[in-house]
C-alpha cells in the first residue's frame, strides 16, 4: 500500500498570504496524484489531478506540483473560504487508493 | 449528482444497504467508489465497481464484510455491509471517477463528483 504523508499537519496563516502544502508518497505514484478541499459539515471537492491539473472552476491561485514522491499545492493568495482541510490522494497504485491525513489551514 | 441514503443506528454485527443514486450524468460510464470518513478523521476508500459491474475491489479492513453491486437500469449503486464493527462508523460517501475522451474514453481514480454523505453509526 502506498502511504500519503502530508505536512505539515496544521498550518496558521494569514489572508493574502502564499502557502505551501506537502505531500510525500512512500513509493512513485508517478503524476497520478490529486488534491481535495473540505469545509466543516461538506463533502471534498476536487481541486486538483494528475499533480498539477486545476479541475474544472478552481480558481488559479491554487497550483499543484510535483511528480514521483514529492508533490505540493501551492495557494498563492489565501482568501478567506480557502481556510479548509486539504487531502492528497495517490490512484496510481491501486487498490488501494490511498489518502494523506490531511492538512489543516486554520487563520492565524 | 450523486445522492446516497441508508445510513442509520445500527448494533455490532449488524447489517446495512447503502444507496446512492446517480442523476444528471451518463451513470453507465463510470466507475463508481464509495469512501468513508470517520467523525473527525481523514478519508478511507472502501470500495469500487467498475461501470460495467464486472470487476470490484474492497479494502483489507472490509474485505469479506461489504458487497458492492450497481443497477445501470436505475442509475443506482449498493454497498451491502455485514457484520458491522463500531470502526465502521462514519459518513459514506459516493464518488465518480474522473473520465476523460479524446480518440477514445478511459478513467482515472481522481474523485470529481461527490456526495453528500450517509450516516453510519455501529454502537451497543
Known amino acids: 500500500e502506498t502511504v500519503l504523508t502530508q505536512f505539515p499537519a496544521t498550518l496558521s496563516v494569514s489572508p493574502g498570504e502564499r502557502v505551501t502544502l506537502s505531500c510525500w508518497a512512500s513509493q512513485s505514484v508517478g503524476s497520478d496524484l490529486a488534491w481535495y478541499q473540505q469545509k466543516p459539515g461538506r463533502a471534498p471537492r476536487l481541486l486538483i489531478y494528475g499533480a498539477s491539473n486545476r479541475a474544472t472552476g478552481v480558481p488559479v491561485r491554487f497550483s499543484g506540483s510535483g511528480s514521483g514522491t514529492d508533490f505540493s499545492l501551492t495557494i498563492s493568495s489565501l482568501q478567506s473560504e480557502d481556510f479548509a482541510v486539504y487531502y492528497c490522494q495517490q490512484y496510481n497504485n491501486w487498490p488501494p487508493v490511498t489518502f494523506g491525513q490531511g492538512t489543516r489551514l486554520e487563520i492565524k | 449528482q450523486l445522492v446516497e441514503s441508508g445510513g442509520v443506528a445500527v448494533q455490532p454485527g449488524g447489517s446495512l444497504r447503502l444507496s446512492c443514486a446517480a442523476s444528471?450524468?451518463?451513470?453507465?460510464?463510470?466507475?463508481i467508489h464509495w469512501v468513508r470518513q470517520a467523525p473527525g478523521k481523514g478519508l478511507e476508500w472502501v470500495s469500487v465497481i467498475s461501470w460495467d459491474h464486472t470487476t470490484t475491489f474492497y479494502a483489507d479492513s472490509v474485505w469479506g464484510r461489504f458487497t458492492i453491486s450497481r443497477d445501470n437500469t436505475e442509475a443506482s449503486v449498493f454497498l451491502h455491509m455485514n457484520n458491522l464493527t463500531p470502526e465502521d462508523t462514519g459518513l459514506y460517501y459516493c464518488?465518480?471517477?474522473?473520465?476523460?475522451?479524446?480518440?477514445?474514453?478511459?478513467?482515472?481514480?481522481?474523485?470529481?463528483?461527490w456526495g453528500q454523505g450517509t450516516m453510519v453509526t455501529v454502537s451497543s
Open positions: 464518488v465518480r471517477n474522473q473520465r476523460f475522451c479524446s480518440k477514445r474514453c478511459y478513467q482515472k481514480n481522481a474523485f470529481d463528483i
Open positions: 444528471v450524468f451518463k451513470f453507465e460510464d463510470y466507475d
